[in-house]
C-alpha cells in the first residue's frame, strides 16, 4: 500500500459554483485540492445555507479552509430546496427525489476530478435528514463515512417550555426578541464571534417542505439501522434544542447496528451551531481526523489479499 502523498496544492476556495441538473440549478461553495486525501461533502442545517461551513470574517473556524489545508477538497452542497434551487421546491418534496438530487450533483461536480480515497459525509441539524438518507440508500456504501451533528429524536428537556409566548409584560423589542430567540436555538453567545450574528451571510430562506420534513425522526432508527459505514456523531456540550449529553450521544450510537464503528463526540465550549463557535476549529479537525481514519480503512480494505475459502 502506497501511502505518500503528493505535495499539497489548494486550487480554488472557498468560491461559489451552480450545476444544473435536469433544469435544476444546485449551488455549491467548494474548495479544491489537486490530489485529495478525499472529498468532504458538508450539508447545512435550517435557515441557512452553505456558507455555514466557512464562517464569516472567521478564517481560522471554517471547515472549507481548514479541510483544504489539510488535504480535503471541501464542498459544501446548498441542499436541495435551498440557494438556486429554492424556486424549485415544490418539485422536490419527494426525500428520494432530494437524494437523487444531491447525489447527480455531486457526481457531476466530481466526475473530472479526483476524490482521493472517496467521499465523506457530513451534516449538521436538519441537514442530517439528507445525509442519514443518503448514507442508507444502497448506494450510501460508496462513501467513507458519515459525520451527523447537532440532531437526535427527543428535544432538549427545556426545549418547549422555553418557547412558551410571554405575557404582555415580557414582550421584547423587535432586535431584543431575535437575539433572545437566537440564545434560545444557538446556545449563550459567548460561545460565538460576535460577527456571525451581523448581516444575513449564513442566512437562507428554507422552502416549504422543511417544516413537514421535520418528522423525519420518526424513520430514524429505520434509516439509521440501514447505514453499513462508520458513523460519528456529535453535540455541543451546551446544546439546547436536542437531547444533550452522554444520554442523547448514546441514543441516536444505538440505533446504527449495522455500522462497523460508531462513535460519540461531545464537543467542548460549543452551542448548537458546532461550525460557527470558537470551538469550531476544534470540531472540524476531529470530523477531518474521522474522515482520515475512513480513509485509512478504506485503503486497507482494497489492499486486504481476498478472502481463500477454507477446505472441510
Not at 22 to 45: E, T
Not at 142 to 168: C, D, K, M, N
Request: charged residues 20%.
Amino acid at each position: 500500500m502506497n501511502h505518500s502523498h503528493p505535495q499539497l496544492e489548494v486550487l480554488t476556495g472557498p468560491v461559489p459554483g451552480v450545476v444544473d441538473i435536469d433544469g435544476i440549478p444546485v449551488s455549491y461553495l467548494a474548495s479544491w485540492v489537486r490530489q485529495p486525501r478525499a472529498v468532504v461533502v458538508a450539508l447545512h442545517g435550517g435557515g441557512t445555507n452553505s456558507t455555514y461551513f466557512d464562517c464569516p470574517t472567521q478564517p481560522r473556524l471554517s471547515l472549507l479552509r481548514t479541510g483544504a489545508a489539510l488535504g480535503f477538497t471541501v464542498i459544501g452542497l446548498d441542499r436541495p430546496g435551498y440557494g438556486a434551487s429554492l424556486g424549485h421546491a415544490e418539485q422536490l418534496a419527494d426525500p428520494a427525489r432530494r437524494v437523487d438530487l444531491a447525489r447527480a450533483a455531486l457526481d457531476r461536480l466530481l466526475a473530472a476530478r479526483p476524490r482521493g480515497a472517496g467521499v465523506f459525509l457530513m451534516a449538521h441539524s436538519a441537514g442530517s435528514e439528507l445525509a442519514i438518507r443518503m448514507a442508507a440508500d444502497a448506494r450510501g456504501r460508496e462513501l467513507l463515512g458519515l459525520e451527523i451533528a447537532g440532531t437526535g429524536r427527543q428535544h432538549h428537556p427545556g426545549f418547549s417550555a422555553r418557547f412558551v409566548e410571554p405575557g404582555e409584560a415580557e414582550v421584547r423589542p423587535a432586535a431584543r426578541r431575535r437575539a433572545h430567540m437566537r440564545d434560545l436555538l444557538w446556545g449563550p453567545s459567548r460561545l460565538y464571534p460576535p460577527e456571525v450574528f451581523e448581516g444575513d451571510a449564513i442566512s437562507a430562506a428554507s422552502p416549504a417542505y422543511e417544516w413537514e420534513a421535520r418528522g423525519w425522526v420518526e424513520e430514524f432508527p429505520e434509516l439509521a439501522a440501514r447505514v453499513r459505514i462508520p458513523v460519528q456523531f456529535s453535540l455541543g456540550d451546551h446544546e439546547l434544542v436536542w437531547r444533550p449529553g452522554a444520554a442523547g450521544l448514546a441514543d441516536i450510537a444505538a440505533l446504527f447496528t449495522a455500522s462497523p464503528r460508531v462513535r460519540c463526540n461531545e464537543q467542548p465550549n460549543s452551542g448548537h451551531n458546532l461550525s460557527l463557535g470558537y470551538a469550531a476549529r476544534a470540531y472540524h479537525l476531529k470530523v477531518l481526523s474521522f474522515a482520515e481514519e475512513c480513509a485509512v480503512s478504506r485503503e486497507g480494505e482494497a489492499a486486504a489479499p481476498p478472502q481463500e475459502g477454507r477446505a472441510g
